[in-house]
């Protein structure tokens, strides 16, 4: 067992101190409740070796004895994958992350953010170190990522984003495996970015570096900035129905013709709800 650091704070988990929104997020997104000897459940963590430094740093902000253990296995995707397991059995610790907000069970639908105040930058952190992704497209532009089966989840990084960025976003699970998609491009990953990765926050180590490699796009002088997306009201649909033509929509709406073909389309087919008439 290591010993708690000093320097952290007397409560376990209170997440108004950035260590533990982070440690609660990852926690959330990335850790699982397993069943260990007899009806004794764990709470643990596996992630890869290489960052097994991030699990040392939740053994010592854990007052309670928890044990960090290695194992070589092969996977679909390595025939040798080093992976590093946290695991704390206290019923005292287990009890506190589950009334915070980490359920037993099957998770990847109910969790949410907490509701007693946290450290919302770092909480944001954790989530997208445990299932997002951070740096370069194939393109070569920079982009932020998360990937959640959870609405309120997918739903708060859209409501954070806003807040910190400007930019917004809408989500809707998609058609393959019924996960949300949250991503941010170029300038708006490059902000969302310096904003969730500040100097000597806890993270990963390679999701850190990748935060600060994004910074060094320069958007090339003869690449347009798209126009913020105008969203539709039921104002919108109303006129649009009433006309039923997509050249007369577009000049009184203000729209373009392509804009109003598609959304009379996703009406008539039922893909959008019909307004009231």
Excluded at 91 to 107: D, F, H, Q, S, W
Aim: charged letters at 25%; a positive charge; hydrophobic letters at 35%.
């Amino acid at each position: 067992m290591a010993d708690q650091d000093p320097s952290a704070p007397t409560r376990f988990m209170d997440l108004r101190d950035p260590r533990y929104a982070y440690m609660f997020g990852f926690l959330q997104a990335d850790g699982h409740w397993s069943q260990g000897r007899g009806q004794k459940v764990k709470l643990a963590v596996e992630i890869n070796a290489r960052d097994i430094h991030l699990l040392r740093d939740f053994q010592q902000l854990t007052p309670f004895y928890s044990s960090i253990t290695e194992r070589v296995r092969a996977t679909n995707f390595s025939e040798r994958h080093h992976s590093a397991t946290w695991t704390v059995c206290s019923l005292e610790a287990r009890t506190i992350v589950n009334e915070l907000g980490m359920p037993y069970g099957k998770k990847s639908l109910s969790i949410k953010p907490p509701r007693a105040d946290f450290a919302r930058p770092d909480y944001v952190r954790g989530i997208i170190d445990a299932d997002g992704s951070l740096g370069w497209t194939a393109q070569g532009f920079p982009f932020l990522s998360l990937t959640s089966a959870s609405t309120a989840i997918a739903a708060y990084l859209c409501h954070y984003g806003k807040k910190v960025t400007g930019t917004e976003r809408t989500i809707s699970r998609n058609t393959r495996d019924g996960v949300y998609n949250v991503c941010y491009y170029k300038e708006t990953a490059q902000q969302l970015a310096a904003h969730l990765y500040y100097d000597g926050c806890p993270a990963l180590a390679h999701k850190r570096a990748n935060a600060e490699s994004v910074q060094s796009w320069i958007r090339p002088a003869d690449m347009r900035i798209a126009p913020p997306r105008r969203r539709w009201t039921v104002e919108d649909d109303q006129v649009l129905v009433r006309l039923g033509n997509p050249a007369a929509a577009a000049s009184a709406l203000d729209r373009t013709e392509q804009s109003c073909a598609m959304r009379l389309w996703r009406i008539r087919t039922g893909r959008t709800v019909a307004p009231p008439q």
